[in-house]
């Protein structure tokens, strides 16, 4: 009746890789927002668990599934340090077969601590699991591979920070929790059984297509895979300003989804050294930065593979990085076919990055809005400053010399440039509503435009102006 179907392949892996624990139960949970298209897309009944059951289900009180829930062991680069970590307050409650017959892990996410606590309550606060929410939904709206938010129940039981706070869960849908940190975790204990496993599993849930009897040629693909996938993903956060703000290399999964919504922000106003995060001080993980960032973290990925990659340490490290050594550019690709999108291009020609640069430059020197300028383009909306109608007449003739009619173009501008995203001051707004007043309507609200964001109709308009002046720069919190 609840729809669950729920199993836990992940544990056959090694032992050493998860943790069997209980989420530790809450007072009284309440379901705050609860994700009716998700549930149903993954088979799960949303009449029945929009409700108390529900609630108790995803505060971790009551169990959906004889099934025993496990916290996850892995490490990560953190800000370039190696650290172990591990599911720290979150926990798999299983993985849900979707009646398409996709596997998806269900993770509570602020369910007590776990051994990899690390001294911390192993608890979230209310905002930052609707912050989650509302930005994870939205990347999916942006058609951006992300993990996904089901439902955040408040807990009833407060969380202490610097003031105590309200206490909830998030219930996350990835279609793994595998992470670069997680090779990291089996290759620094050395144990090369259990990173085969773990190679082998991570094929299996996401690159079925890869043979597993040529050990080495199956590696290879993993990692050339894995290249594809994060290379795409970040192209994707550049072309819609994202900043995913914390991208250790335990934030950054295997399956090449978006994932941990910490202190992720979306630019307004367009320059490559954008940073929200209050705690990156070096500008590590700066918008302009993410690109090259991936290459680190897919470098560090590498090094694990090694000794799966061939038995002579010298060749399996040229072989990885030859690999390596294609991410830039096939990242380059990818930014460069859909920069040409954004723009209504539809062929190539040799003068079309030195085009898009000189945009982004005007953007730049004139401080304008990152998403607002491309729809000002698609609304014929030209912003008055210097250098704009040079540039403009170029785009223009750039355009009449290919075939597409104008239509077209401006279809596909509109299908490559949102309307709206999440505006850090309306998603500020929208939890400060939430959280101090136990008012969701501007949530909702906001939910609702974030929801089709490449729908240029008028009425979007309230949630696509930029933030008003302010003498103070917009900052984000780890949110811990
Ligand atoms: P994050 O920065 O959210 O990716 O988290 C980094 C690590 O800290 C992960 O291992 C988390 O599980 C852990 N962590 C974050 N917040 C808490 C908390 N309140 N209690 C215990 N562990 C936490
Ligand atoms: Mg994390």
């Not at 550049?238 to 900043?243: E, N, T």
């Not at 705690?279 to 000794?307: H, K, M």
């Not at 309306?426 to 939430?434: F, K, N, P």
């Amino acid at each position: 009746m609840y729809g669950f179907d729920l199993e836990n392949s992940y544990t056959l892996l090694p032992d050493m890789f998860y943790t069997h624990i209980q989420p530790t139960p809450v007072s009284s949970p309440k379901i705050l927002v609860y994700n009716h298209p998700l549930s149903k897309a993954l088979g799960l009944n949303p009449d029945e668990l929009d409700s108390n059951i529900g609630a108790e289900i995803f505060a971790g009180n009551k169990a959906p599934a004889e099934l025993q829930t496990i916290a996850q062991a892995y490490a990560g680069h953190q800000f370039g340090y190696f650290t172990i970590l591990g599911d720290g307050r979150a926990l798999l409650l299983g993985e849900q077969t979707t009646p398409d017959g996709d596997r998806f892990d269900l993770q509570l996410k602020g369910s007590g601590p776990t051994p990899y606590s690390r001294g911390g309550d192993g608890r979230a606060a209310l905002g930052p699991m609707l912050r989650e929410y509302i930005i994870s939904e939205a990347m999916f709206a942006l058609k951006i591979p992300t993990t996904r938010s089901l439902a955040v129940v408040i807990t009833g039981d407060p969380v202490f920070r610097e003031a105590p706070l309200t206490g909830a869960i998030l219930t996350r849908a990835a279609s793994s929790h595998l992470r670069v940190g997680t090779f990291q975790f089996a290759a620094q204990k050395g144990d090369i059984k259990a990173l085969q496993s773990l190679a082998n599993y991570a094929i299996e849930r996401h690159f079925p297509h890869i043979e597993l009897s040529d050990s080495t040629q199956a590696t290879l693909m993993l990692l050339r895979e894995v290249i594809q996938r994060q290379a795409s993903l970040i192209s994707k956060w550049q072309l819609v300003g994202f900043i995913h703000g914390v991208m250790n290399t335990d934030n950054m999964t295997i399956s090449g989804e978006t994932i941990d919504y910490g202190p992720c922000a979306f630019m307004d106003t367009y320059h490559p050294q954008t940073l929200f995060s209050s705690i990156d001080r070096q500008g590590r993980y700066a918008y302009g930065n993410q690109p090259s960032i991936g290459g680190w973290n897919l470098s560090r990925f590498a090094e694990t593979l090694v000794p799966l990659l061939h038995e002579e340490q010298p060749v399996a490290i040229e072989m990885a990085q030859e690999e390596l050594n294609k991410y830039i550019g096939i990242y380059h690709q990818y930014w460069l076919q859909g920069m040409k999108s954004k723009l209504g291009l539809f062929n190539q020609e040799p003068e079309d990055e030195a085009l898009i640069k000189e945009l982004l430059q005007l953007m730049e020197d004139h401080k304008l809005d990152f998403t607002n300028t491309f729809v000002d383009l698609i609304k014929k909306t030209w912003p008055e400053v210097d250098g704009f109608h040079d540039w403009r007449q170029q785009w223009q003739q750039r355009i009449q010399r290919q075939q597409q009619p104008m239509e077209e173009v401006l279809s596909l501008m509109k299908q490559s440039n949102p309307a709206v995203i999440p505006r850090n001051h309306q998603v500020e707004a929208a939890l400060e509503s939430a959280v101090s007043q136990n008012n969701l309507t501007p949530l909702h609200a906001l939910m609702k435009a974030l929801a089709t964001p490449y729908d240029h109709s008028s009425d979007k308009e309230p949630y696509t102006a930029p933030p008003p002046p302010s003498n103070v720069p917009y900052r984000t919190y780890c949110g811990t």
